[in-house]
């Protein structure tokens, strides 16, 4: 799966009852691979391509370990005790993408 076809997954997965109230980025840096980050603001979501100047959340992982944490097959603790993902910023947001983006594969 390229960064194009995750985009548009998170697209079509978006949960607007979930962002209610939220003004909110999540920045994701792919190893080896593009950049985009995810603004969030009352019901609304907008995704783009590259570096937001200040970010809520920042996740640095791989495309394969952000696809299995969202489906299941790689637990999401585990991935980050490893180094597989890395976050920086506000924990409890960065557990709302579950809820915000419900993705299945």
């Not at 076809?5 to 840096?29: R, T, W």
């Not at 299941?72 to 947001?93: C, E, P, W």
């Amino acid at each position: 799966m390229t960064v194009d076809d995750l985009i548009a997954k998170l697209n079509e997965s978006f949960n607007p009852a979930a962002a209610a109230g939220m003004d909110e980025v999540f920045q994701y840096h792919f190893k080896g691979d593009e950049s985009f980050y995810i603004v969030i603001k009352d019901n609304e979501h907008e995704i783009v391509k590259g570096e937001h100047a200040e970010p809520s959340v920042t996740f640095t992982t791989s495309v394969a370990t952000f696809i299995g944490v969202a489906d299941g097959s790689i637990n999401g603790m585990a991935a980050f005790v490893t180094g597989k993902l890395r976050f920086k910023g506000n924990k409890t947001l960065a557990q709302k993408m579950e809820t915000l983006f419900p993705l299945s594969f």
